[in-house]
């Protein structure tokens, strides 16, 4: 197998010393390709200096050719960019379809299809037209290009051996960018229906297509607006193992949302996708201020989509991380808050399973909102299969016995431990060793990590954290009733308290022939407010 040849960073390669702490700096700055940190990994760089190229303003040579569409052609001659595209062409086989598909010589990919010749600088993908071919490079490259507010930002480029095109194929979306030959190139076509037949009789190249997908899909860089059935997903809001998060917008009614996704190689798996819809139902019929709502579900582009509330504030991980610990009445506060929300989940038989500090999100305001029921399951389940979070997971959940409330009682318990530290209840890495932590030992005492802690909430964690179900609150009302003792009844509402109720007036001024689109229009706003428990009453006026 050929060794993959690793580039030097631009920098590294000319010396010119334009890095950040570089000899020359101080002459006019560092250079921009060393400071553009948006498009890391591109090239399979660790850094943007990799891909000076895609970065306006770079200093290649001591000169400044100023914006990327000026200096194509000096890029295609420089000795650094040659040695870059050299380093790609000889890039790892699970990236380079055209070798995953024909290494072993038996696939008969390549029989039957057209070759296309593009011309340099040709434009031969258009973003968001309908996807109707892919490419295999067989010779040359090209730029990978959003255009995003009425500008163009590269965000990548492909080589021998590489696609462009087919992660639209196999998701049945529009093109999500634009492609252009940056040297003449020679490719070979596939078209929807030979695409289709190809991945209907290859497991194998169906599976690699859709970790590529998952790979090219959470990247790090700029995306353009993706329409998801009634949604338009416009940025990435973060990404995990399973699923990535997007912010966007009701399309007809500008209303924010959060869109997750679940990665596509992710649902191929039964078990996955399955989890995946059952969070979208656990809590689709939730209405409860400390629980994140789910307004809709879209099942498009081989993959499902949860339609979420937008939330703005941070999670607790993050406000634990940047605070170091919690003061004991906010700490209070936010345990009771999250009661209140398993108490509502609870009374539907639902839980959760996998309470910690990164699935609780703080709006602003300190108003916390339980997220992420991936795993929830109902009363009295036996826990195996996917059972939580390792810092976190209760002792019946390791044992695979039947969970109840009290298990997210246990769970909490620990975030409560972790508020008021800064510290895990059982700290370290190593899974095994957490699981028989839990097994073996209750809850650290959290006063010896902070003394000023109310007596009161010292014993609501000890008593959460216990190994022994029976030695735990049965009910999360039950921890209600002892916090609220000593929180400011004025800065915590009750849940026995009336709820403030307003009213908004909205009135629609419309031409007659724009009476059925206004209907329909008014119908969605109808059903989305519904769903956030807002009640709409409607009149109609003479004409005006």
């Not at 960073?9 to 570089?22: D, I, L, S, V």
């Not at 490419?135 to 051996?161: F, M, N, P, T, W």
């Not at 037949?197 to 353009?224: G, H, Y």
């Not at 010292?458 to 029976?470: F, H, L, T």
Request: charged share 30%.
């Amino acid at each position: 197998m050929t060794e993959k040849i690793e580039p030097p960073n631009c920098w590294e390669y000319t010396q010119c010393g334009k890095e950040p702490g570089g000899a020359n700096v101080d002459e006019n700055g560092p250079c921009q390709a060393a400071l553009e940190t948006a498009l890391d990994g591109v090239n399979n760089g660790k850094n943007a200096g990799r891909l000076c190229w895609a970065v306006d303003g770079t200093l290649c040579h001591n000169q400044t050719p100023g914006p990327e569409e000026d200096k194509i052609s000096s890029c295609i001659s420089c000795p650094f960019f040659q040695k870059v595209q050299e380093a790609e062409d000889q890039g790892d086989l699970r990236t380079k379809f055209l070798r995953f598909v024909t290494m072993d010589g038996k696939k008969p990919l390549m029989q039957g299809l057209e070759i296309k010749h593009v011309a340099q600088g040709e434009r031969f993908i258009i973003q968001n037209a309908n996807s109707e071919a892919g490419y295999i490079i067989q010779k040359g490259s090209c730029r990978i290009l959003v255009e995003k507010d009425g500008e163009l930002v590269a965000i990548g480029r492909r080589g021998l051996g590489e696609v462009v095109g087919v992660t639209a194929l196999l998701t049945g979306a529009p093109y999500s960018a634009h492609v252009e030959a940056e040297t003449p190139m020679c490719l070979w076509v596939i078209r929807r229906d030979q695409f289709e037949a190809l991945v209907e009789k290859d497991r194998d190249l169906m599976e690699f297509l859709t970790e590529l997908v998952a790979d090219r899909l959470s990247a790090d860089r700029p995306m353009a607006d993706r329409a998801v059935g009634r949604y338009t997903a416009r940025e990435v809001l973060g990404k995990g193992g399973f699923s990535m998060v997007y912010k966007g917008i009701h399309t007809a009614l500008e209303m924010p949302v959060a869109i997750k996704m679940l990665h596509h190689d992710k649902a191929l798996d039964p078990d996955f996708l399955a989890a995946f819809r059952n969070e979208a139902e656990s809590i689709a019929k939730f209405n409860h201020e400390n629980i994140v709502r789910v307004f809709d579900i879209e099942e498009l582009y081989r993959t499902v989509f949860i339609i979420m509330e937008y939330l703005e504030g941070e999670l607790l991980s993050d406000m634990i991380k940047r605070l170091g610990r919690l003061s004991p009445l906010l700490a209070a506060d936010f345990m009771v808050q999250a009661c209140r929300g398993l108490e509502y989940a609870h009374k539907f038989g639902i839980i959760h399973r996998d309470i910690n500090v990164s699935n609780l999100f703080i709006q602003t305001g300190d108003r916390l909102k339980i997220m992420d029921f991936g795993i929830a399951c109902k009363i009295g389940t036996e826990d195996f299969g996917e059972t939580g979070t390792a810092a976190f997971m209760s002792p019946e959940q390791i044992d695979g016995d039947p969970v109840d409330e009290r298990t997210d009682i246990y769970s909490l318990g620990l975030a409560a431990y972790e508020m008021v530290t800064g510290e895990r209840a059982f700290p370290g890495n190593d899974i095994m060793a957490l699981l028989d932590g839990h097994l073996e030992r209750d809850v650290p005492d959290p006063a010896e990590k902070a003394p000023d802690l109310p007596p009161a909430l010292r014993q609501v964690i000890m008593k959460a954290g216990k190994r022994a179900p029976d030695e735990r609150f049965n009910k999360a009302g039950e921890i209600i009733e002892v916090l609220t003792e000593i929180l400011p009844q004025c800065d915590l509402p009750l849940e026995c308290a009336t709820p403030v109720r307003k009213m908004t007036s909205l009135f629609l001024i419309y031409e007659e022939d724009k009476q059925k689109e206004v209907g329909r229009l008014t119908e969605e706003f109808s059903s989305a407010m519904k769903k956030l428990g807002v009640t709409l009453k409607a009149a109609d006026f003479p004409d005006i």
